[in-house]
């Protein structure tokens, strides 16, 4: 198979030193971008280095259809290894900050070493250059933008708050305004580096192989696109949290913690709340025909969101039903620079811990001024808040009480009830970077009845399905595009899409080969820097405490029943890893 040519920026900041290098055509064939390619560089050049060593990279990468025509095609991803699962990490984020990167002719910028002063990375068509950023630390998000953002008119600005520069393990990374690399703490790896902010300028124009054919299956992807009721109606008009009323009706929306699958206050706190009262208008990210971002304002504020999984995290998980408070503190994530999902839950954790008496004066469950008040706390590590942002399972462990951290491998879990839910169970239990609804989306069968309807309470089947959704998210994210455009696309229109971006062609098994092989060296990886197979489970309560009412009353996941077949079914022994002849099929060392 013959491929494309690629480029590489590599950055070290402790010794100021600057690589610009060709990327192997085959490797890109083989590993596409994004995702895997950030993987396949971060096994083969920092196995083992922990997280917030200088020699761990921060790996932006961008995909063969950034910056085209094809629908949500201007996302990029993050690949390094988490401070806070101590996992390999990949998250991608919409915006215009990928396509900016890709118009630099870059596929990659990979960024390594501390510089010993705060600075910015500036990258353009002519090279790169480091900048002074000491008057930047210490600044909010939003300062840091308007700053950069003037200073550079018309290019991409990625940065951290005040979280990363102080090391919390949920810190993100945020673009363009309040788009973000959200979950992991790779925030907290790029603070580490000393790195405040990537400015990326770019005007190349992004070649396309086969225009002709390209055009011709994107006309056809609009109409799909145009013709689906997710994609044309549910998440243009309500986004995201058009969610929250159908999981809370289903029993599958959990509220304190985990303790109960419904949240008597659901409705103050929907999507059709938010739209009635506090929505300004729509917006979407580069390139996207669907347009799920909200605009929304509070009081004297204005900013994007909340999401569904925020709307969950700072509201039900936290026992909060007064929307504007939830809504300001996504705001406050966003110019801190905290992930909403892992925050909201580590304060629920805890909310739980001081109703059993574990923390003496702690918060309670519906004090939304309490959330609002530790999430500054937890970005700027005082008190209460810097135990916290160590992350649930640390917080947890450390107040003698792990079993009450929702959370899978160290990442919190986002806003689904498995118990009513069996599929996302195994999906979150296997997921290689911890407690993660997007790895393999399984609520679009077991829900939405995308791209079938099967019984949400059976486990039958459910194995190949996770493994089929693993393996197709896994290609998605390298090519890089949004999730939610396999509401309404196929794998075959990735797939024809992809060869007439590249020239080269492509089938969608080949797509789902692909994203077999980076599923099985995301586990290599893991499982190399120490991870125990054993890690592959639910919180005890999610096994063993019967959801209490709603339609999934009397039901736990059944986890034990799954996981077995899962493993076979991967080519894996039954500890989990995965056997020498799965790995030589698909061209991996053992």
Not at 128 to 140: M, T
Not at 278 to 292: D, T
Not at 440 to 467: C, F, N, Q, W
Request: aromatic fraction near 6%; proline fraction near 6%.
């Amino acid at each position: 198979m013959d491929g494309w040519m690629g480029r590489m920026l590599e950055v070290d900041l402790g010794k100021r030193a600057f690589r610009d290098r060709e990327l192997d055509p085959e490797l890109l064939t083989r590993w596409l971008g994004g995702r895997g390619l950030g993987v396949k560089l971060l096994f083969d050049s920092a196995l083992g280095v922990e997280p917030l060593h200088p020699s761990n990279p921060l790996i932006f990468a961008v995909g063969p259809l950034t910056g085209t025509p094809v629908p949500t095609a201007g996302r990029f991803s993050l690949v390094s290894r988490s401070p806070l699962t101590g996992t390999v990490f990949d998250c991608n984020s919409g915006g215009r900050w990928g396509v900016a990167l890709k118009r630099c002719g870059l596929d990659v910028l990979m960024v390594t070493g501390r510089s010993p002063e705060p600075v910015y990375l500036e990258v353009s068509e002519e090279g790169a250059r480091l900048h002074p950023a000491d008057h930047l630390w210490g600044k909010r998000v939003s300062e840091v933008m308007a700053r950069l953002g003037g200073a550079h008119p018309g290019a991409g600005v990625a940065a951290i708050g005040p979280a990363g520069e102080n090391g919390s393990l949920m810190a993100s990374v945020m673009n363009d305004g309040a788009r973000a690399l959200g979950r992991g703490g790779l925030g907290a790896v790029m603070g580490s580096k000393n790195l405040k902010a990537v400015v990326v300028r770019g005007r190349n124009r992004v070649s396309v192989s086969r225009p002709e054919k390209l055009s011709f299956v994107l006309n056809e992807s609009r109409r799909w696109i145009k013709g689906n009721p997710v994609t044309a109606v549910g998440l243009p008009r309500f986004g995201t949290a058009v969610l929250v009323n159908l999981m809370n009706e289903l029993g599958v929306f959990p509220a304190n913690n985990f303790q109960y699958s419904r949240f008597p206050e659901a409705e103050s706190i929907s999507g059709e709340a938010l739209e009635e009262r506090y929505l300004v208008k729509r917006r979407s990210c580069w390139g996207c025909p669907i347009g799920c971002g909200r605009v929304t304002r509070a009081g004297d504020l204005e900013g994007e969101g909340p999401e569904y999984e925020t709307l969950w995290a700072l509201g039900a998980q936290c026992g909060v039903g007064d929307l504007e408070k939830v809504v300001l503190a996504n705001y406050l994530c966003n110019d801190l620079g905290l992930d909403t999902i892992s925050a909201g839950s580590v304060i629920g954790c805890c909310m739980e811990l001081s109703q059993r008496g574990l923390v003496e004066g702690g918060p309670r469950f519906g004090d939304a001024d309490a959330v609002l008040g530790l999430l500054e706390d937890m970005a700027l590590g005082r008190g209460l808040g810097k135990e916290l942002a160590q992350g649930a399972r640390r917080f947890a462990r450390h107040r003698g009480a792990g079993e009450y951290a929702m959370q899978v491998k160290g990442l919190e879990l986002p806003a689904y009830d498995p118990r009513g839910l069996q599929g996302q169970g195994l999906s979150f239990a296997t997921s290689n970077r911890g407690g993660c609804h997007l790895r393999a989306y399984l609520v679009g069968p077991e829900v939405l009845g995308i791209p079938k309807m099967v019984d949400r309470h059976s486990t039958m089947d459910k194995p190949g399905l996770t493994i089929f959704a693993q393996n197709l998210n896994a290609s998605v994210d390298s090519l890089v595009l949004c999730r939610f455009l396999q509401f309404a696309l196929s794998d075959e229109y990735f797939a024809r899409m992809l060869e007439a971006v590249t020239g080269v062609p492509y089938k969608a098994a080949d797509l789902h080969r692909i994203g077999e092989r980076i599923w099985n060296l995301e586990r290599l990886y893991n499982l190399r820097c120490g991870m125990d197979p054993a890690e592959d489970t639910l919180p005890l309560r999610l096994l063993r405490e019967p959801a209490s009412e709603g339609p999934a009353a009397g039901r736990v996941v059944l986890l034990e029943e799954m996981l077995p077949l899962y493993y076979r079914a991967r080519g894996w022994d039954e500890r989990g890893i995965p056997e020498p002849q799965k790995l030589a099929s698909l061209g991996l060392a053992p």
